[in-house]
């Protein structure tokens, strides 16, 4: 069982930054894509960010390209996301996620079908 650990959130004023992180003990974690995934009050769970098991092929959600920059560690096992430029419209509990690919040629998927592990979640607030 992969077991995955957030920690980052908290509350923040619109424009401002959280940093997110999510470790495992997983060994083999550079075999695993890995996503972020955030769900608001009364609503859907939705696509942030993924990134591929190398790291060197990433996707992001239109509302947060070029605010937000998923990262990941492979030697420290742990995935990041940076988050600038907050707004109110962030505010969620905010998951990771991962599954298998460890020779990761397509782009890491923004389906949360496709992911098997996921964390307990992080709430991220973002005041007006």
């Known amino acids: 069982q992969v077991q995955l650990v957030e920690s980052g959130g908290g509350l923040v004023q619109a424009g401002g930054s959280l940093r997110l992180s999510c470790a495992t003990s997983?060994?083999?974690?550079?075999?695993?894509?890995a996503g972020w995934f955030r769900q608001a009050r009364g609503k859907e769970r939705e696509f942030v960010a993924a990134?591929?098991?190398?790291?060197?092929?990433?996707n992001y959600a239109d509302s947060v390209s070029g605010r937000f920059l998923i990262s990941r560690d492979n030697a420290e096992s742990t995935v990041y996301l940076q988050m600038n430029s907050l707004r109110p419209e962030d505010t969620g509990v905010y998951f990771c996620?991962?599954?298998?690919?460890?020779?990761?040629?397509?782009?890491?998927?923004?389906?949360?079908?496709?992911?098997?592990?996921w964390g307990q979640g992080t709430q991220v607030t973002v005041s007006s």
């Open positions: 996620a991962l599954y298998w690919s460890p020779f990761g040629v397509a782009p890491p998927s923004t389906a949360s079908g496709a992911y098997a592990h």
């Open positions: 997983e060994r083999t974690f550079s075999g695993y894509a």
């Open positions: 990134i591929s098991g190398r790291g060197d092929n990433t």
